[in-house]
């Protein structure tokens, strides 16, 4: 009897993607050579490539359409992938989204399943396999070519200033310390208008010295950002009731959800997950409310998301591309192998030793500073 031979999955960073479609369709015959080994190691160990949304959008942003022409040549000819289906028909393949869509709505009616079950009822709902043509054949390319080219650049501009915001520290070390709110007291108009241009010049230099540095014209991002930070804030002279309340409404929050002892960083990350759960609740077609009961910690992916976002905080600069790394880590729990940079791998140790439940979770994640190094680190000798 044959013996049963179980794949499993690796998710390869996009730039390595780029890297080894050059290597293999280039000129240089060593390079080429290295490609064909990855390849064949890959094969050799059973190992089936995991691509998302999120790789397939980074291979289409380049300036040369034979660079482009070159990677979807490539992921076509692999003889079988694996992607996440969409929750809806959209002419694309799966992103975090999705995969946060089903491990939410498992949760609605599974309020205390493990990690573990989360992530293979998720497997079991979205996971697709296929050839690489199959996967390619989901996009109409022609079209979305032209729509990359159109739209990277503003695209690309966008990631970078939602990066370099996020990572400013406009707060400092306060941002993590309990809230007093029994301290809270509102200041006048004049003293608020005040208060406004001392954010706006203190985020413009954490833009300059701390943000992407790719980033352009700080001076608006900063002003646009606090601007609209302001208006938000305006509804806080108009309520009357209690501070707390007001504060955490101004959030999307109810006071039940957040902790007495809360900071602003606590809030900051709750409001995100707030937003994102109306976000989701669109996408699986249900009322908000079903999600009333889940808690931040309970989403597999989030955490993921949240633990790595905070880590990443304590760099001295930011990068646009932080927020497809942070999409891409989730693939920690769904792929058996995950392919990671030196920066990001290193990430990924502080957040393993912060909290014991990634660890338990979490699958191989191999650090890469040149991808012939994979096949090493795979076991494969030359």
Known sequence: MSKLIIPHLIALDSSTIGNVARDLYGSNQHNQGKARHLLDCISLKNLIPLVTWHHIEELLQHEDDAVIDNRICFIKNLPMVAWFDTVKPSGIIGTIMDIQAIELSWLISNPSTSFEEIIQKTKDKLLKFGTGRDLISIYDMTIWKQIMKRTAPIRQNRRREIAS??????????????????????????????????????????????????????????????????????????????????????????????????????????AI?????????????????????????????WLIWKELDKVLKSDDRTYGS??????????????????????????????????????KVITNVVKLSDYG?????????E
Not at 231 to 243: A, E, I, M, Q, S
Not at 279 to 300: G, Q, V, Y
Not at 373 to 381: M, V
Request: contains cysteine; aromatic residues 8%; hydrophobic residues 35%.
């Open 165 to 270: 915001i996020s990572h400013a520290k406009i707060g400092g070390s306060e941002t993590k310390k309990p809230i007093n709110f029994s301290n809270w007291q509102l200041r006048n108009h004049e003293e608020a208008e005040k208060v406004v241009e001392t954010l706006k010049t203190n985020l413009e230099k954490d833009l300059v010295n701390r943000g992407d540095k790719k980033l352009s014209d700080h001076k608006t991002v900063a002003q646009e950002f606090i601007k609209d930070v302001y208006k938000d804030g305006l509804h806080l002279y108009h309520n009357r009731g209690d501070v707390r309340e007001n504060f955490l409404k101004s959030f999307g929050l109810s006071p039940e959800e957040i902790p007495d002892k809360a900071s602003i960083e606590d809030i900051g990350y709750a």
């Open 273 to 301: 997950f707030r937003k994102k759960l109306k976000i989701l609740a669109e996408i699986l077609d249900i009322n908000e409310d079903s999600f009333k009961t889940i808690k931040e910690d309970h989403c597999p992916s």
């Open 322 to 359: 932080n927020i497809t790394d942070k999409y891409l880590a989730v693939l920690a729990l769904y792929a058996d192998f995950l392919i990671v940079d030196k920066r990001i791998h290193e990430k990924f140790n502080q957040v393993v030793r912060r909290n014991a439940v990634i660890k």
């Open 373 to 381: 190094n994979i096949s090493e680190a795979l076991g494969c000798t």
